[in-house]
């Protein structure tokens, strides 16, 4: 990011990009108490600000904090940013995290920090690379049992089996994995929700141990809006050689097609197609179905 200028929001004040800085005795580094957003903006616009604003700071709940800002002075906070750095098509990071006062597991009193950066992020780009497809390779690490973790929150700790699982498969050629659930079941992509289609219909594992993404849900509408069948269920990787095509889904993935998981092969069909169309006229402000979609 050395390349960046510009400003990032920090606790309140803009401060200069090279100078947003954090102590090396920060509990969210130690600890991982910490949690973020991923957002984009599409012509000055941020998609679903507001629930991306809500699952933040539901996520600090989760990991019992509560970040000083309303959703309403972060809402705010994240437009300043855009616009103080001039962007339009954009990526929106915030981030909470606790402080530094105590080192040790409890940190009862430390400060709750909150930075926002944004950088520019071009909405679409190589259409026809992305109609390829990405490869997918399966995963070792399993997403844990909602016992063992908070799954729905968007925390740090959570990326940690992600980081491993994306860079093995990067390292063997895949653009990243496939992960499984405690149970066997087939999960997530390593930030992207997932979605598979046989005979029409759409078919995607039910959202009881990972993230239910913000897009996920999005395109979950979209679809059912064309009429098409979407299934909820539990999906075990011995379907894949049953299903015809594959997607993934995120704020970053936005609607990518998969054309294989680990030697099994998929197409890119019209379903697919139809997708990423809707989701890229949803995500623009001047779309007229969005109020349809904007929740
Ligand atoms: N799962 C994981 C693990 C993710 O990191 C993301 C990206 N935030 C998603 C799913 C998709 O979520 P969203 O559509 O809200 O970006």
Redesign the pocket.
């Known amino acids: 990011f050395d390349q960046l200028s510009g400003d990032i929001w920090y606790d309140g004040t803009f401060v200069p990009w090279s100078d947003a800085k954090l102590h090396v005795l920060s509990h969210g580094l130690h600890y991982g108490s910490s949690v973020f957003e991923?957002e984009r903006a599409y012509g000055g616009r941020i998609f679903k600000s507001e629930e991306h604003t809500e699952r933040l700071l539901a996520s600090a709940g989760m990991l019992g904090f509560d970040i000083p800002w309303t959703a309403e002075q972060i809402n705010a906070a994240k437009e300043e940013t855009l616009a103080r750095m001039n962007l339009v098509d954009a990526y929106i990071r915030p981030v909470a995290w606790r402080g530094s006062e105590m080192m040790g597991i409890s940190a009862q009193k430390n400060t709750i920090h909150l930075a926002i950066a944004a950088w520019e992020w071009p909405s679409y780009f190589a259409p026809e690379e992305r109609l390829k497809g990405i490869r997918l390779d399966m995963a070792d690490y399993r997403r844990p049992d909602p016992q063992t973790a908070p799954y729905k929150a968007?925390a740090a700790g959570l990326y940690m089996i992600?980081t491993i699982s994306k860079h093995a498969a990067e390292s063997k050629g895949y653009a990243d994995a496939l992960m499984l659930d405690w149970r066997g079941q087939i999960a997530?992509a390593?930030?992207?929700?997932v979605f598979f289609i046989k005979d029409g219909k759409i078919h995607t594992p039910t959202p009881d141990c990972?993230?239910d993404?913000?897009?996920?849900r999005t395109v979950i509408g979209l679809a059912r809006d064309r009429g098409i069948e979407v299934i909820e269920r539990s999906i075990l990787p011995d379907e894949l050689s049953d299903f015809e095509q594959c997607f993934v889904?995120?704020?970053?993935a936005e609607v990518t097609p998969v054309s294989e998981i680990a030697g099994h092969q998929f197409q890119v069909g019209d379903i697919i197609k139809n997708l990423m169309e809707d989701y890229d006229t949803a995500v623009r402000p001047e779309a007229p179905s969005l109020k349809a979609v904007a929740g």
């Open positions: 991923g968007k992600c997530e390593t930030g992207a929700n990972f993230l993404g913000i897009t996920r889904t995120g704020t970053a």
